[in-house]
């Protein structure tokens, strides 16, 4: 399985743009890349998800270069609601859709 | 909307009791996981099955066991709980394992074993 990397750490302000990047150098051709959110207390939630190039949605885009080593969820105008972790998935059917998540990266949005 | 039910939000038991975890889906998800989360460790799979009576083992499965009999209830069992089993335990479903589909948490289960 892909092992992903992602900053610890992040902090941003409201109204700005937000830009996670993760790395996957070794992701497999079959594999797609997915992005979960999760607050305190709470369950992680789907955002997004891609194999190449863009994806967007109504929360969030995924960028994913030609060599799919990296991919970046990209978060617009971000609030104080957007405070939480985010988290980089990297795998596919082939493994049975089993989700490994990382220790991913706490987004800390300032007013 | 899928429903991912956790029987207890928090517990408390204590070390070598016996300690079942309880999920219920309502949305008739093939798949179901059960995951712990600590500081710093982000979420570790424990155990996962794709099929009524069916279980796979996930990273972390030493010191629990699984049951699944109905399609939409999962169980962990902590068979002798210690006090390093004090963690967030999350279940989760997905549609199928042959889509690749997003998972639906429940919210989580806070066990201290003291």
């Known amino acids: 399985l892909a092992k992903t990397t992602q900053p610890i750490s992040m902090d941003s302000y409201e109204g700005q743009e937000v830009n996670i990047t993760c790395s996957h150098n070794n992701i497999a051709t079959n594999d797609y890349i997915t992005w979960y959110q999760q607050f305190p207390s709470q369950g992680p939630r789907f955002i997004i998800q891609?194999?190449?190039t863009k994806v967007t949605n109504e929360v969030a885009s995924l960028f994913i270069p030609a060599d799919r080593k990296s991919s970046t969820l990209s978060l617009p105008r971000v609030s104080l609601s957007d405070t939480a972790v985010y988290y980089c998935?990297?795998?596919?059917?082939?493994?049975?859709?089993?989700?490994?998540f990382g220790s991913g990266t706490k987004l800390n949005v300032k007013p | 909307d899928v429903k991912v039910t956790q029987s207890s939000r928090y517990l408390v038991k204590r070390t070598g009791e016996k300690v079942f975890l309880e999920c219920v889906q309502d949305m008739d998800h093939e798949n179901m996981f059960w995951y712990r989360q600590d500081p710093g460790l982000g979420l570790r799979l424990i155990y996962f099955s794709y099929d009524v009576k069916m279980k796979e083992k996930g990273d972390i499965p030493e010191g629990y066991s699984v049951s699944r009999e109905k399609k939409e209830r999962f169980s962990l069992i902590l068979e002798s709980a210690s006090t390093n089993q004090t963690s967030m335990y999350l279940c989760a479903s997905s549609p199928d394992r042959y889509l690749n589909t997003e998972a639906f948490f429940g919210q989580g289960t806070r066990l201290t074993v003291v």
């Open positions: 998935l990297v795998g596919g059917v082939y493994n049975f859709n089993k989700f490994y």
């Open positions: 891609g194999y190449k």
